[in-house]
Each structure stands twice: as C-alpha cells, then as structure tokens.
C-alpha cells in the first residue's frame, strides 16, 4: 500500500519561505511520477509544480509560481520536496502531494495521479 505523508507547511508572512515535503512509503520512488498539487477554499485543485518519469523527464511549473518554487526529489529518501519561496496571500492553500506509477504526461491533471496524501496547509498573510 503505497502512503504519501506531507509535512512543512505553516503560517507565514508574505516574503518569507518553506519547504514542503513528501515521504512515499509502499513503493520505491524513482519510476514514479510524482507533483504538488494545491488547493484553496473554494477553489479547484491545481497543479503547481510536477514531473513525469517518462523519457523525457516533464518537468513543469505553474505560471503562478515560475521563478519562486522549486520541485526536487531524494529517491535514497524515497521523499520530494517542494521549496517555495516568496510567498503571497495568493499562495495560501492546502498542499497535495501526487504519485503515479505510470509515466503521466498531462503532470496538472489530478486524475492522472493513484495516489494522494492528506494535505499541508500553507498560510501566508500580508
């Protein structure tokens, strides 16, 4: 069974910076697609930062946050990360993170994704 557990999110001030991560278990990591998802009060869930383990290696970001988050992984850790800096009140939401076995290629599309954790809540206010 594979489990996805976040951690690292919290209230911050506008400006500042976190670290999410994302421990796998159930499974060894390097073959699968894996990205971070977010989503606000009433809002869709979007993707906001993914990569696929197909050939290519799809690497994409959210327009939103192009220059400011950075998605990375430690397969020895089975754990990716997603460090975001210079935060705005635009960003407060609940983070997901995202797993595939298959070498998704649609990265922002949540109905690609098998498996999910239970969400980190980043809060950042003015």
């Known amino acids: 069974q594979v489990q996805l557990v976040e951690s690292g999110g919290g209230s911050v001030q506008a400006g500042d910076s976190l670290r999410l991560s994302c421990v796998a278990s159930?499974?060894?990591?390097?073959?699968?697609?894996m990205g971070w998802f977010r989503q606000a009060p009433g809002k869709e869930r979007e993707g906001v930062a993914a990569?696929?383990?197909?050939?290519?290696?799809?690497?994409r970001y959210a327009e939103s946050v192009k220059g400011r988050f950075t998605i990375s992984k430690d397969n020895a850790k089975n754990t990716l990360y997603l460090q975001m800096n210079s935060l705005r009140p635009e960003d407060t939401a609940m983070y997901y993170c995202?797993?595939?076995?298959?070498?998704?290629?649609?990265?922002?599309?949540?109905?690609?994704?098998?498996?999910w954790g239970q969400g980190t809540q980043v809060t950042v206010s003015s």
């Open positions: 995202a797993a595939d076995p298959r070498p998704v290629t649609l990265v922002f599309y949540p109905s690609q994704y098998t498996y």
């Open positions: 159930g499974y060894t990591g390097r073959s699968y697609s």
């Open positions: 990569y696929s383990s197909n050939v290519n290696g799809i690497i």
